[in-house]
């Protein structure tokens, strides 16, 4: 592995690198400046596509014969964008409304090469059920996990898992953010070893 080139995760996330920490190969950390909205009429899938490539380009000119990785992760509620709350009242909002419903957490994935400009995206979307609870389960919920950083307020990894009926998905770090199963067939099409 030392003939690899570097790897950079254009991310601040902690869930994120702990995900790519998983792999167990070096690499650094680099938070991309971007605005994250979403264009005018664009899905939650390309929306979420186009700033896992953004994220990932962004810091390309700081990490010259580097791998780049960018990561994105847009929540799709009948077609309407569901984003980190921030706080309590749009958390507590967000799990009212999800209740019962599906959404899907659209978890895309980029793989910018520095040396050959090539940029890799796919998209790894997990639908989520959620189940039905009260009020007070749902304050209760936010009081001890706090998820106001983690998009539709459910951390899967956590406490949120209760808050689910059904989780379907082709990688299960998906819902985290970063989708390990898709991302390690990049970095080995880019020529990265991992084993």
């Given at each position: 592995?030392?003939?690899?080139?570097a790897?950079?995760?254009?991310?601040?996330?902690?869930?994120?690198?702990?995900?790519?920490?998983?792999?167990?190969?070096?690499?650094?950390?680099a938070?991309?400046?971007?605005?994250?909205s979403?264009?005018?009429?664009?899905?939650?899938a390309?929306?979420a596509?186009?700033?896992?490539?953004?994220?990932a380009r962004a810091?390309?000119?700081?990490?010259?014969?580097?791998?780049?990785?960018?990561?994105?992760q847009?929540?799709?509620?009948d077609g309407?964008?569901?984003?980190k709350?921030?706080?309590?009242d749009?958390a507590?909002?967000?799990?009212?409304?999800?209740?019962?419903r599906?959404?899907?957490?659209h978890?895309a994935?980029?793989?910018?090469?520095?040396?050959s400009?090539?940029?890799?995206?796919r998209?790894?979307?997990?639908?989520?059920?959620?189940?039905?609870?009260?009020d007070?389960?749902?304050?209760?919920y936010?009081?001890?996990?706090?998820?106001?950083?983690?998009?539709?307020?459910?951390k899967?990894?956590?406490?949120?898992?209760?808050?689910t009926?059904?989780?379907?998905?082709?990688?299960?770090?998906?819902?985290?953010?970063?989708p390990?199963?898709?991302l390690?067939?990049?970095?080995?099409?880019?020529?990265?070893?991992?084993?």
């Amino acid at each position: 592995m030392d003939s690899n080139p570097a790897l950079v995760l254009a991310s601040s996330s902690r869930y994120r690198a702990e995900l790519l920490a998983r792999l167990r190969i070096p690499f650094e950390q680099a938070a991309p400046d971007l605005d994250e909205s979403a264009l005018p009429g664009e899905s939650c899938a390309a929306t979420a596509e186009r700033l896992a490539a953004a994220k990932a380009r962004a810091i390309g000119s700081r990490f010259p014969g580097a791998l780049i990785i960018g990561s994105d992760q847009v929540a799709d509620l009948d077609g309407e964008a569901v984003g980190k709350p921030g706080d309590y009242d749009h958390a507590i909002r967000q799990l009212r409304r999800q209740q019962g419903r599906s959404a899907i957490f659209h978890t895309a994935v980029a793989l910018f090469d520095t040396r050959s400009g090539k940029m890799d995206v796919r998209n790894v979307p997990t639908r989520v059920r959620f189940r039905d609870r009260s009020d007070a389960e749902l304050q209760r919920y936010l009081q001890l996990e706090q998820p106001y950083d983690c998009a539709g307020s459910a951390k899967a990894e956590a406490l949120g898992i209760v808050l689910t009926e059904r989780i379907e998905s082709d990688d299960p770090t998906a819902l985290i953010g970063l989708p390990l199963i898709a991302l390690t067939g990049m970095l080995e099409s880019a020529g990265f070893r991992l084993l």
